[in-house]
């Protein structure tokens, strides 16, 4: 662009832009009127400007390789591979399995996958050398992508148990691993329970990024990449600053082992938002937050079928979820350009800001014996307990809406007979280690209200 056709134009300065505002104010508080406070004490200004991009921290998203993922439980082997080549066939880029039966033929799973050309992930609900080891041999013979998620302490923070292993504990297994494998990335940190639970955002951050400084200090080789699997909500800026902000961090505390570490970023929208009433809006939820991964920098994006709640694994739900997110890239462009946020001074500015909170509490953290003293003692369930019983407090008194259920509900709507799965907390009394954070929707308990009065 030819900046000389501007030259003739006197700049004008955020203190100029300020004083204008005031003055069609007619006399009503700036502060009171335009400005906002997010739940993580960051203060929302009516404008940006170029003078809020002093010290900006630089970040390197790439936006046009964002990958579309299919996930997929394992249960029955054949339909699970059947349905993987189906996803292949409909535009999906990557799978993510789901596998709970270490018994599982992981070799005849991933046989028939073109996995020259399609990236694998693995959440396994548990920790085997042997099964791991197959995977990674598959990796090497066929040049594979694949990412085993690996995570107990994620396990420990959801479960509220470790894996149960043949050795003394989860981390000597990771070592062994680390050791065996060099071709698949076995690190992996559940953020998506954070951000379920109900952390706010620079919480979120620093948590994961404690919880993977564990693995930093514990695990004696990491040479693959960490995947984070993050979710994201329908807080549309602040939720692109969220993606920059953890991978500017990550970088600033991997190099301190690794300086060639990288991050890879799993995301998912959220469950948190999400409703079983008016069901369709969850359609146009989960397509800004997964607008929001993609220009904060997803590697790769799972979308969530808007039926999740109470459907079981549907080809109809599977399929509008996977859509979505081939609209936007192959129809919106949205894999065009890389690094779409440069330069806008609103998310530039947030990004720097969740950073800065974000780096406070990760060294606080660190300072009070680090993420597993902290979870062990109680205190990460507690302080996320504090954010999400605030925003439950918004929500119940209709400051937060969801639309459809806490603002104009279609009062006709019935879903007692349609719920195949049950949409709420569930109850499962176990002896645990620690007491678990738990994943708890917005509006589970109107849900339930609501549920109760159907005739």
């Known amino acids: 662009m030819d900046t000389a056709l501007f030259s003739e134009f006197e700049s004008v300065s955020s203190k100029q832009w300020k004083q204008k505002i005031q003055f069609e104010l007619k006399g009503a508080d700036y502060n009171d009127t335009l400005i906002w406070n997010s739940p993580e004490n960051i203060k929302v200004k009516p404008f940006y400007h170029q003078d809020d991009l002093q010290d900006i921290l630089p970040v390197n998203t790439k936006a046009t390789e964002f990958k579309i993922c299919q996930n997929i439980f394992v249960y029955d082997l054949e339909k699970s591979i059947e349905r993987a080549l189906e996803s292949i066939s409909r535009g999906a880029e990557s799978i993510r ?96 329970l954070y951000q379920n639970a109900g952390a706010n955002m620079v919480q979120q951050i620093a948590y994961s990024l404690a919880h993977a400084n564990e693995y930093l200090n514990r695990i004696s080789i990491i040479n693959q990449p960490i995947v ?57 939820r989960t397509t800004t937050e997964c607008m929001s991964a993609i220009i904060g920098g997803a590697d790769a994006i799972a979308n969530l079928p808007y039926d999740a709640l109470y ?35 609103y998310i530039e500015s947030i990004t720097n800001q969740l950073a800065e909170k974000a780096l406070i509490l990760f060294k606080d953290i660190e300072a009070n014996g680090g993420f597993l003293k902290q979870l062990n003692e109680g205190i990460i369930k507690r302080k996320i307990q504090e954010s999400a019983d605030k925003e439950q407090e918004l929500f119940d008194s209709g400051k937060e809406v969801l639309l459809g259920t806490n603002k104009y509900p279609n009062k006709d709507d019935k879903m007692k007979h349609d719920l195949e799965l049950f949409p709420f907390v569930k109850v499962k009394p176990r002896k645990t280690l620690i007491t678990p954070i738990i994943e708890k929707r917005l509006a589970e308990k109107m849900e339930q209200e609501r549920l109760g009065t159907e005739q």
């Open 228 to 284: 984070f699997q993050i979710s994201v909500g329908t807080n549309y800026f602040f939720e692109i600053a969220k993606l920059r902000a953890l991978r500017i961090l990550f970088h600033l505390i991997a190099k301190e082992y690794n300086p060639n570490l990288e991050c890879h970023l799993l995301v998912s929208p959220t469950k948190r938002n999400k409703t079983i009433y008016d069901y369709n809006v969850n359609m146009l």
């Open 97 to 192: 399995f789901s596998i709970e039966d270490e018994t599982i033929d992981v070799a005849k799973l991933l046989e028939k996958l073109p996995l020259e050309s399609v990236t694998i992930y693995f959440n396994l609900d548990f920790i085997s050398i042997d099964f791991v080891s197959k995977i990674e041999a598959i990796a090497q013979k066929r040049n594979a992508k694949i990412y085993c998620n690996l995570d107990p302490i994620g396990q420990l923070a959801k479960e509220g148990n470790w894996f149960k292993t043949k050795e003394k504990d989860n981390f000597e297994t990771l070592n062994s691993l680390s050791k065996k494998v060099s071709k698949s990335s076995i690190i992996s940190i559940d953020g998506t």
């Open 311 to 345: 459907h079981k694994d549907n080809e109809f739900g599977d399929r509008i979820a996977r859509n979505q997110l081939l609209v936007l890239k192959n129809e919106s462009y949205f894999d065009k350009v890389n690094n779409p946020a440069d330069g806008t001074y």
